[in-house]
């Protein structure tokens, strides 16, 4: 036995009349109630549950406190584990509510026939009901945006904070050194230098006497035979007995500046082998330094031993300094 609503019957075989399970355009029947939204034609799109809003806003919302619970905790000192587990809660919140956000949104296109035009009234009821359902809808995405804007901008408040991290501004104590007029220099063993303590064509790494720990005030000692060097107009006096002091920081990225070629005069920094001409300012020969290395004024104290005439005239280390 075939009782299936699909086979017309027999009996009634008029197509002006067909069975529930072979709709014609002319005669558009009602769509039954559980047969979902498949088009805009059939009846009203499901509605958004204020429930999945409501997870949305929570979302937000708690990112937006965990944002400034990160701020407080920052202010207050700092915590790191708080801090991580806030930062946490507060990006989760934001990515969370955008997943949990983009579900409410329909994800048609959805297509259908074209069917009669004019609306029966109940098609006018389910019109009106879609309508006032998305005015309301529309107003909760209001307040969704309003929570989101508040959830990054408390995300940005806490952002700045780190920026105290940063400490207090190094003002021009980055362009000064431990040098300063008299100062004697010292090895690393702490002995006093005297203009003949080392060899013609000898060098040595020396410190300013009180400050060996300061690691900008390095200064490479060379001695080389008088008369070769070139000083440049303003340090005719600066090496007394050819010892020339030079800072020992490269003016490329501030590598320690170590080898010395004595045959042709230079040093030499091994990170990218810029040279530098001892007899000529240390000014860069070959290499990607650009800036040739301050030179530390020399002379001799009433004691004989070699003194700084003052700190150096320019400022040590890479080249950015003179890009201000
Ligand atoms: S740091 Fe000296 S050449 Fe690069």
Redesign the pocket.
């Known amino acids: 036995m075939d009782q299936s609503p699909a086979s017309p019957s027999p009996a009634d075989p008029s197509p002006a009349d067909p069975s529930p399970a072979d709709p014609s355009p002319a005669d558009p029947s009602p769509v039954p109630e559980d047969a979902g939204p498949t088009s805009p034609d059939a009846g009203p799109p499901t509605p958004v549950e204020p429930t999945s809003e409501r997870r949305v806003a929570v979302a937000f919302l708690a990112s937006t406190l965990a944002a400034l619970g990160l701020a407080a905790v920052y202010v207050g000192g700092g915590h790191p584990q708080a801090e991580g587990a806030l930062l946490f809660v507060a990006l989760g919140g934001l990515g969370v509510g955008a997943v949990q956000w983009a579900r409410l949104i329909d994800d048609g296109p959805v297509a259908d026939d074209r069917g009669e035009l004019a609306g029966s009234d109940a098609d006018q009821d389910a019109v009106e009901d879609v309508v006032s359902g998305d005015v309301d809808v529309i107003g909760r995405r209001k307040l969704l945006v309003r929570l989101l804007l508040g959830a990054v901008g408390a995300l940005g408040l806490a952002a700045l904070f780190p920026i105290r991290s940063l400490g207090p501004s190094p003002g021009s104590s980055l362009e000064r050194t431990a040098w300063r007029a008299g100062r004697r220099l010292i090895d690393g063993e702490g002995r006093l230098m005297r203009p003949d303590t080392l060899v013609v064509g000898g060098t040595l790494t020396v410190f300013p006497e009180g400050a060996t720990r300061a690691g900008d005030a390095q200064v490479v000692l060379v001695r080389v035979r008088p008369g070769l060097n070139r000083p440049r107009p303003g340090r005719e006096t600066w090496a007394p007995e050819g010892n020339l002091a030079y800072s020992k920081i490269?003016?490329?990225?501030?590598?320690p500046?170590g080898l010395y070629q004595q045959d042709t005069e230079e040093l030499v920094?091994?990170?990218?082998?810029?040279t530098f001409d001892v007899l000529d300012g240390a000014r860069p020969r070959f290499?990607?330094?650009t800036r040739p290395l301050p030179q530390l004024p020399l002379a001799v104290d009433a004691e004989g031993y070699l003194v700084a005439q003052s700190d150096f005239t320019e400022a040590v280390g890479?080249g950015y300094w003179n890009r201000s």
Do not use: D, L, M
């Open positions: 490269c003016t490329h990225v501030g590598c500046v920094c091994p990170c990218h082998q810029s290499g990607p330094a890479p």
